[in-house]
Every structure is written in C-alpha cells, then in structure tokens.
C-alpha cells in the first residue's frame, strides 16, 4: 500500500529528502507522495521513514493504492532496476 499525506501537512519539508524512492514532491498547499514510487520503504527500512520523521502525522496509509508486501517488493526492484 502506497502512503499518502492528509490535510494535517505543515509543508515543513522534513520527509521529503528522506524518501529512498523520490517519492514525495512538495505542492501546494500540501506534499503529495506519488503512489508509484512509494514502497512504503520495503526495500529499504524496516518502517515507512516519512512516517517517522513527521512532526504531525500527517502521513497515512491510501486506501486507494492497497499493495501486499511482495507487491511492494516488485515495485521496489522494478525501481531499482529504472536507475
Ligand atoms: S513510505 Fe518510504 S517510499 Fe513511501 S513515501 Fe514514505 S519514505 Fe517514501
Ligand atoms: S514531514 Fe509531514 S508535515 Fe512535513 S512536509 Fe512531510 S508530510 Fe508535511
């Protein structure tokens, strides 16, 4: 399942260089996480790291974008094999 950033953003910039993926752009008036790329960090971290750096929890699962861990692997490879 991809993530996705809810209305609670501050825009304080703080996940997006954290992303492994590239994943999240600023916008206006919120971030926005492109569900393309966003593995929810399977691949690389063990928990989603734009989680764990938002100081107001703005980020959540998108219910819209549902994806089982070895789809998020796949995803992640079909990445890394993009570069
Ligand atoms: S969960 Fe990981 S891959 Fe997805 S947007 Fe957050 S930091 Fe990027
Ligand atoms: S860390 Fe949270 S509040 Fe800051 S830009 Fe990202 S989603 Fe918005």
Redesign the pocket.
């Known amino acids: 399942m991809?993530?996705m950033i809810s209305d609670e953003c501050i825009a304080c910039d703080a996940?997006r260089e954290?992303?492994?993926?590239d994943?999240?752009e600023a916008d206006d008036p919120f971030y926005v996480?492109d569900p393309d790329?966003?593995?929810?960090?399977v691949g690389?971290?063990d928990e989603?790291?734009?989680?764990v750096v938002c100081p107001v929890d703005a980020?959540v699962l998108d219910p819209d974008n549902v994806e089982n861990a070895e789809e998020l692997r796949y995803k992640f490879e079909q990445l890394q094999g993009q570069e």
């Open positions: 991809a993530l996940c954290e992303c492994p993926n994943a999240i996480i790329l966003c593995t929810e960090c690389c971290y989603p790291n734009c989680i980020i």
